[in-house]
């Protein structure tokens, strides 16, 4: 319990820390050179600008991307793209079930009345 009291607090230090450094790096630039949007050290990202749809959509949904840790939208740190996400689980399941092709399963169920038991077909896309 105490111990994740302390990476919790551990945690918030190191957030407000690097907020406050991108706030700073920025502040110390001409006021015409400011962009709101870097990098801390050249590795942690940071953007203050206000979010659009477009970026929103980039960060946390993007098919075009190969990247499972993007920039964030706002703030410092990175967003994990949820489509690449979904592709790796996608592929690390079929790889673990032995599945080399997705398989679909389709249920036909016949009109109300019928005896007969519904129709299941599978078929390998």
Known sequence: MR???RIRRLVRFVTFGLVAAAVATELAKP???RT???RLG???PYDFRPPTWKRIR???WNPASDRLFSDRVFGVGWAVNLYRAKTLLEHTFRRLMGSPEQVS???TVRAEG???KPDVTITRE
Request: proline content about 0%; overall charge neutral; charged content about 30%.
């Open 36 to 38: 709101w949007q870097g």
């Open 42 to 44: 050249g590795f942690v």
């Open 105 to 107: 399963i389709r249920m």
């Open 31 to 33: 006021a015409d050179e």
């Open 114 to 116: 019928s005896a007969k």
């Open 58 to 60: 980039d960060a946390y």
């Open 3 to 5: 111990t994740l009291r």
